[in-house]
């Protein structure tokens, strides 16, 4: 059952009778979600018998971190005051 426009998840959902939220979860790998074997094994099938083709990443997944630093600081007037030079 091969597809000349692109495969979604949403496509092996409606063929395999999953969410697509749990084909994106087989399809990543994930450990974090609990899917049976058997619907495992029935999602690839499915996504490989469509076609599916993952989407390339064009950067890394590791997105670097920003971080913002705000200080507030209190400063006795006095102290900042210099003697003047007669």
Excluded: F, W
């Amino acid at each position: 059952m091969k597809r000349t426009n692109k495969v979604t998840m949403t496509d092996i959902a409606t063929v395999a009778g999953v969410s697509q939220p749990t084909v994106s979860l087989v399809l990543s790998g994930s450990k974090g979600g609990k899917v049976s074997e058997e619907t495992q094994q029935k999602v690839l099938s499915v996504a490989k018998e469509l076609g599916y083709r993952a989407k390339k990443q064009k950067h890394s997944s590791v997105k670097p971190k920003k971080i913002a630093l705000i200080v507030n600081i209190l400063v006795d007037i006095d102290l900042l005051r210099v003697p003047l030079m007669r």
